[in-house]
């Protein structure tokens, strides 16, 4: 259980109720967590019921690597970009970072949400029912009315679609219908959804991406190192949870994390372990997290972040710079 736990939101993705616990696992963890004081999240607490049971501290220490490191990576490109930009989030499932990017006034022209239809009915709830969160909408928002169904929610700055990454065509055709714009530089954020896919499905949404966007950044959090003893029964804890891992593949190591990339038509890639990752964030703020709770099973939490990765990929026609990021990740330069 330790082990799978830290599966991300999206697992259920694709597939069917048994393995939508999954989903909710991840964002209770994300709760407790914030609970306990590793990072600020006010908006949590309005997609989970309750802050649940303890998790073990190297849970928690591994949510607050992930999410230090793709908010360093998205933010970085956002102020690059000086927040002419847009971000979609490929199967965000129950994620808050649109509200965060509201108060931090890094807000994008437009943030774009997809999963699949059943998570985004149960999110736009969650939306219209919980003030606190609809609250951020109505403030962005220079109309009456907002577009909203029972599988899509569209307003000046934030939409939320229902859709299958694997139908890429169904895709476009519904991000173009609430007005994705190709010209405008674009980060594209995946977080334990790829792995999922086929290698041959996620190459065609890389590739798609790398073609439809001129300027962009992909951001990819999930397992790696997947051939080793540990990284197996990984895999065997999943399946027991009917959690396949159709695209593990790809996730041997770091190198064929980033080949995935280049192959599909991308200019930059680059990936690090999140042991790498957390040995990079400011120490100041990782000797206040790591006081929060006593780890008995520290060579647990290196096993732990040593198979999961962040993999970043970049096209940069207008120069903003993206590609240096791309090339550096020295967390305390930007955060």
Same mark, same amino acid.
């Given at each position: 259980?330790?082990?799978?736990? %830290?599966?991300?939101? @999206?697992?259920?993705?694709?597939?069917?109720?048994?393995?939508?616990?999954?989903?909710?696992?991840?964002?209770?963890?994300?709760?407790?967590?914030?609970?306990?004081?590793?990072?600020?999240?006010?908006?949590?607490?309005?997609?989970?019921? @309750?802050?649940?049971?303890?998790?073990?501290?190297?849970?928690?220490? !591994?949510?607050?690597?992930?999410?230090? !490191?793709?908010?360093?990576?998205?933010?970085?490109?956002?102020?690059?970009?000086?927040?002419?930009?847009?971000?979609?989030?490929?199967?965000?499932?129950?994620?808050?970072?649109?509200?965060?990017?509201?108060?931090?006034?890094?807000?994008?022209?437009?943030?774009?949400?997809?999963?699949?239809?059943?998570?985004?009915?149960?999110?736009?709830?969650?939306?219209?029912?919980?003030?606190?969160?609809?609250?951020?909408?109505?403030?962005?928002?220079?109309?009456?009315?907002?577009?909203?169904?029972?599988?899509?929610?569209?307003?000046?700055?934030?939409?939320?679609?229902?859709?299958?990454?694997?139908?890429?065509?169904?895709?476009?055709?519904?991000?173009?219908?609430?007005?994705?714009?190709?010209?405008?530089?674009?980060?594209?954020?995946?977080?334990?959804?790829?792995?999922?896919?086929?290698?041959?499905? @996620?190459?065609?949404?890389?590739?798609?991406?790398?073609?439809?966007?001129?300027?962009?950044?992909?951001?990819?959090?999930?397992?790696?190192?997947?051939?080793?003893?540990? !990284?197996?029964?990984?895999?065997?804890?999943?399946?027991?949870?009917?959690?396949?891992?159709?695209?593990?593949?790809?996730?041997?190591?770091?190198?064929?994390?980033?080949?995935?990339?280049?192959?599909?038509?991308?200019?930059?890639?680059?990936? %690090?372990?999140?042991?790498?990752?957390?040995?990079?964030?400011?120490?100041?703020?990782?000797?206040?997290?790591?006081?929060?709770?006593?780890?008995?099973?520290?060579?647990?939490?290196?096993?732990?972040?040593?198979?999961?990765?962040?993999?970043?990929?970049?096209?940069?026609?207008?120069?903003?710079?993206?590609?240096?990021?791309?090339?550096?990740?020295?967390?305390?330069?930007?955060?």
């Amino acid at each position: 259980m330790t082990i799978s736990v %830290l599966c991300c939101l @999206s697992c259920c993705y694709f597939a069917k109720y048994p393995v939508r616990a999954t989903c909710d696992d991840a964002t209770i963890c994300k709760r407790f967590a914030t609970s306990k004081g590793y990072w600020k999240d006010p908006y949590i607490q309005y997609f989970a019921r @309750s802050v649940g049971e303890r998790k073990a501290p190297e849970i928690n220490r !591994g949510y607050y690597a992930r999410v230090k !490191g793709v908010n360093h990576l998205l933010d970085a490109f956002i102020r690059n970009s000086e927040c002419n930009c847009q971000v979609i989030n490929l199967g965000a499932g129950l994620d808050t970072t649109f509200w965060r990017l509201k108060d931090e006034n890094l807000l994008p022209k437009k943030f774009f949400e997809v999963d699949f239809p059943t998570v985004v009915a149960r999110k736009i709830h969650n939306i219209k029912t919980k003030p606190p969160l609809s609250k951020h909408l109505i403030e962005t928002h220079s109309t009456d009315s907002l577009i909203l169904d029972t599988q899509s929610l569209d307003s000046d700055r934030y939409c939320i679609i229902g859709a299958d990454l694997r139908d890429i065509s169904a895709l476009d055709e519904k991000l173009k219908k609430f007005h994705l714009n190709p010209d405008l530089p674009t980060v594209l954020l995946s977080e334990c959804v790829l792995v999922y896919m086929t290698p041959s499905q @996620s190459s065609n949404l890389l590739r798609w991406a790398a073609e439809i966007f001129h300027t962009a950044m992909f951001i990819n959090y999930e397992q790696v190192n997947m051939s080793d003893r540990f !990284g197996q029964v990984m895999i065997e804890n999943l399946l027991r949870r009917q959690c396949s891992l159709a695209g593990a593949e790809l996730c041997q190591s770091l190198d064929t994390q980033k080949e995935r990339f280049l192959k599909t038509g991308w200019e930059h890639a680059d990936a %690090l372990d999140m042991m790498t990752v957390y040995s990079m964030l400011p120490q100041d703020d990782v000797a206040r997290m790591e006081c929060l709770e006593f780890l008995d099973e520290k060579e647990l939490l290196q096993q732990l972040l040593q198979h999961y990765n962040i993999c970043w990929a970049s096209k940069d026609k207008l120069n903003l710079g993206n590609s240096a990021v791309c090339k550096s990740f020295d967390l305390r330069l930007f955060i």
